[in-house]
């Protein structure tokens, strides 16, 4: 009984391994050519989707997965890699606001408020991009956020028929953000779950919002 135990739960991590090299290849094979490190190898595109996190981490201290973001994204708007960013992000409380964190952010490196649009109910990646077509009418923007992310961001855009490229924001270093990276090897697993099982949609889609 022990060893029909033993046997079926190495079964299953096997399995299990498997299916997360699977999951892994799909996301990786999406960034293939279109994720950007250098700023001056990234074409120029009208819009920029700057996809959301917490300005802070849980004991306070600053988030350096959005500082790198934000920085990220002044860099390209700075160099004219492209001239409007959609910040998107969750705005589940009054008192949690990642989009205008966000904003006031880019503001505060430079970029005009002019240049600057909101969608505050991007509350997971999948939410962003496929709001950034279904909702603010664009389908050809860079995607803005660390590189593990903007693979998995442009998976979700290939699926849904958008022309997306990536740039990299600076990453975090491994030992410093273990959990984080553990999230997204399982959010690598959750994405293919959400498109070719689940066909998850958006939580929310409302009135189309033409940005210009």
């Given at each position: 009984?022990?060893?029909?135990?033993?046997?079926?739960?190495?079964?299953?991590?096997?399995?299990?391994?498997?299916?997360?090299?699977?999951?892994?290849?799909?996301?990786?094979?999406?960034?293939?050519?279109?994720?950007?490190?250098?700023?001056?190898?990234?074409?120029?595109?009208?819009?920029?989707?700057?996809?959301?996190?917490?300005?802070?981490?849980?004991d306070g201290g600053e988030n350096p997965y959005f500082k790198y973001r934000i920085e990220a994204g002044a860099r390209l708007y700075?160099?004219?890699?492209?001239?409007?960013?959609?910040?998107?992000?969750?705005?589940?409380?009054?008192?949690?606001?990642?989009?205008?964190?966000?904003?006031?952010?880019?503001?505060?490196h430079g970029v005009p408020a002019s240049a600057i649009r909101t969608d505050y109910a991007g509350v997971r990646t999948l939410d962003s991009v496929v709001r950034a077509k279904r909702v603010f009418w664009i389908n050809h923007f860079t995607i803005?956020?660390?590189?593990?992310?903007?693979?998995?961001?442009?998976?979700?855009?290939?699926?849904?028929?958008?022309?997306?490229?990536?740039?990299?924001?600076?990453?975090?270093?491994?030992?410093?953000?273990?959990?984080?990276?553990?999230?997204?090897?399982?959010?690598?697993?959750?994405?293919?779950?959400?498109?070719?099982?689940?066909?998850?949609?958006?939580?929310?889609?409302?009135?189309?919002?033409?940005?210009?």
């Amino acid at each position: 009984m022990i060893r029909k135990l033993l046997i079926a739960l190495l079964l299953l991590g096997a399995l299990l391994l498997i299916a997360f090299a699977a999951c892994e290849h799909l996301v990786q094979a999406a960034g293939k050519g279109k994720v950007f490190d250098r700023v001056d190898a990234i074409p120029a595109r009208q819009y920029g989707l700057l996809l959301g996190t917490s300005a802070h981490r849980r004991d306070g201290g600053e988030n350096p997965y959005f500082k790198y973001r934000i920085e990220a994204g002044a860099r390209l708007y700075r160099t004219g890699k492209v001239k409007v960013i959609l910040v998107s992000g969750d705005n589940r409380t009054k008192d949690y606001d990642e989009p205008d964190d966000m904003k006031q952010a880019l503001i505060a490196h430079g970029v005009p408020a002019s240049a600057i649009r909101t969608d505050y109910a991007g509350v997971r990646t999948l939410d962003s991009v496929v709001r950034a077509k279904r909702v603010f009418w664009i389908n050809h923007f860079t995607i803005i956020s660390q590189r593990d992310h903007d693979e998995r961001a442009l998976l979700i855009a290939q699926h849904n028929g958008i022309d997306a490229i990536a740039y990299a924001a600076d990453d975090v270093d491994f030992h410093y953000a273990v959990r984080a990276h553990i999230h997204e090897w399982l959010a690598e697993i959750w994405v293919v779950l959400d498109l070719w099982v689940f066909h998850t949609q958006p939580r929310r889609l409302g009135p189309h919002v033409r940005i210009s």
